[in-house]
T-cell receptor, first 114, second 113 residues
Framework: DAEITQSPRHKITETGRQVTLACHQTWNHNNMFWYRQDLGHGLRLIHYSYGVQDTNKGEVSDGYSVSRSNTEDLPLTLESAASSQTSVYFC?????????????FGPGTRLLVL | AQSVTQLDSQVPVFEEAPVELRCNYSSSVSVYLFWYVQYPNQGLQLLLKYLSGSTLVKGINGFEAEFNKSQTSFHLRKPSVHISDTAEYFCAVSGTSYGKLTFGQGTILTVHP
């Protein structure tokens, strides 16, 4: 069965360190998204990609970057981790056939920045 | 711009009682509307979505939602809840930007025995 996986599932790091969260999907979807989930804010979009070599900023992109070198993966990098980036991070993917497509979510990565 | 407001952050209810989770949206264009559910320590999964046609949409696990364009609402309902429905529910909208979703703040539904 097709799926979307994230690793690691839990991560503790220190402020100032670079951290990369992995996202891998086997749906063969062109669209991929990264969200962060914080209490009282729901899910907020960090970055997204519509295909290989395409990346776009979401509403909370400061301090984060992504790259898309193949269809399956969209790693999220925190360039210099800050305590404000302690959160749960979700990756999602969807088909590229238009509006209204269902997004499929990974299980999430819980990140703690000390 | 578009936005979503979920009017209740927490909804406690007894098992077998009916429940309604409220969602209002704002958008300058036609929208597509979604409800997702998140069980503890899991990712989100789609409950149902409205794209066009009948304003009453049926989803998985006995949930349904009604699209009301004049009131810009998309409330989620279930006539009889189970303990297993305890989860966080998110309303989301897409429409102004290809493929992107804007989520509400979430409603935690707790079903008590």
């Amino acid at each position: 069965d097709a799926e979307i996986t994230q690793s690691p599932r839990h991560k503790i790091t220190e402020t100032g360190r670079q951290v990369t969260l992995a996202c891998h999907q086997t749906w063969n979807h062109n669209n991929m998204f990264w969200y962060r989930q914080d209490l009282g804010h729901g899910l907020r979009l960090i970055h997204y990609s519509y295909g290989v070599q395409d990346t776009n900023k979401g509403e909370v992109s400061d301090g984060y970057s992504v790259s898309r070198s193949n269809t399956e993966d969209l790693p999220l990098t925190l360039e210099s981790a800050a305590s404000s980036q302690t959160s749960v991070y979700f990756c999602a993917s969807s088909e590229a056939s238009g509006q209204g497509e269902t997004q499929y979510f990974g299980p999430g990565t819980r990140l703690l920045v000390l | 711009a578009q936005s979503v407001t979920q009017l209740d952050s927490q909804v406690p209810v007894f098992e077998e009682a009916p429940v309604e989770l409220r969602c209002n949206y704002s958008s300058s264009v036609s929208v597509y509307l979604f409800w997702y559910v998140q069980y503890p320590n899991q990712g989100l999964q789609l409950l149902l979505k409205y794209l066009s046609g009948s304003t009453l949409v049926k989803g998985i696990n006995g949930f349904e939602a009604e699209f009301n364009k004049s009131q810009t609402s998309f409330h989620l309902r279930k006539p009889s809840v189970h303990i297993s429905d305890t989860a966080e529910y998110f309303c989301a909208v897409s429409g102004t930007s290809y493929g992107k979703l804007t989520f509400g703040q979430g409603t935690i539904l707790t079903v008590h025995p």
